[in-house]
């Protein structure tokens, strides 16, 4: 994995959007995946000024975000999609039909799963997919266990990452949803290249685990290690047991 080091997490954002920035005017009609979660906020906050800028249009582009909550319609205000709508779509000229996530709200879930997953390789799968990385270092929704799933799939979600989510609802763990809609453990690997950020001292010990430790489902991470193209883009709180 290819570690990239930074003073703070402004830093660490602002490196961030620049690649992002690079893949898409490098390839106008770039397949971006999109994480929520804190990480990213300040990359796609440079992202929105870049395009105000004109540095990099987003028109030709199309974004798959990696997950969304079970039961959630996309009004929500917890939901991933008004998340990406406040941090990153209103302030970017990308074509709404471009725009996918997957429908928390559909009747039945597993299609909507298949479905998400037929339409990610119909638009050729993703040319660079940002990760952010769980505190138990999940990755989208892939929680630690015995077993992974490659496709998306329906997730049952771990109280700690309910805990971590529970900002979006009001604060109140009991309204976070317990179940959640991932891409799967196959589907982020099949990105062709990855760039996860990760700042602060609460992710030091999962991100050493994940770039130093066994391949292992208790770390859905760690398997990012067999990815040939991985960028870690870290402050020195993250990095600090590396
Ligand atoms: C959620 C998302 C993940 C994200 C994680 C970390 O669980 N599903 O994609 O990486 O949060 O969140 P944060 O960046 O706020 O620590």
């Known amino acids: 994995m290819d570690l ?4 703070g997490p402004d830093d660490a954002a602002l490196a961030l959007a620049q690649r992002v920035a690079d ?6 009609e ?3 995946g999109l994480a929520t979660g804190r990480s ?3 990359a796609y906050a440079e992202l929105r000024r870049m395009s105000a800028a004109g ?6 582009a199309s ?3 990696l997950d969304e909550f079970a039961g959630v319609d996309a009004a929500h205000p917890g939901s991933f999609r008004r998340f990406m709508k406040e941090h990153l779509f209103d302030g970017v000229a990308l074509e709404p039909a471009r725009i996918h996530f997957l429908n928390g709200v559909a009747t039945d879930l597993d299609a909507e799963c298949e479905r998400y997953e037929c339409e990610l390789d119909a638009a050729g799968g993703m040319d660079l997919l940002i990760l952010g990385i769980g505190s138990n270092g999940h990755i989208g929704f892939n929680e630690p266990g015995d ?3 490659a496709r998306t799939h329906r997730v049952r979600l771990h109280e700690v990452t309910r805990r971590d989510n529970a900002a979006l609802f009001g604060g109140n763990i009991d309204n976070v949803p317990r179940e959640a809609l991932s891409m799967g453990m196959g589907t982020i690997l099949r990105a062709r290249e990855v760039a996860l950020i990760a700042t602060g001292e609460r992710k030091a010990r999962c991100i050493e685990r994940a770039v130093r430790g066994f391949l292992t489902t208790r770390l859905p991470a760690s398997f990012l290690q067999t990815h040939g193209r ?6 020195r709180a993250a990095a600090a047991l590396l």
């Not at 893949?23 to 106008?28: C, G, N």
């Not at 991985?230 to 402050?235: G, I, K, P, Q, T």
């Open 23 to 28: 893949t898409v005017v490098r390839r106008p």
């Open 40 to 42: 990213p906020v300040a």
């Open 147 to 149: 077993q992974l799933v």
């Open 55 to 60: 540095q990099v249009d987003f028109s030709r």
């Open 30 to 32: 770039a397949v971006l």
């Open 230 to 235: 991985v960028e870690l883009f870290l402050d």
């Open 4 to 7: 990239r080091i930074f003073d």
């Open 63 to 65: 974004t798959f975000n």
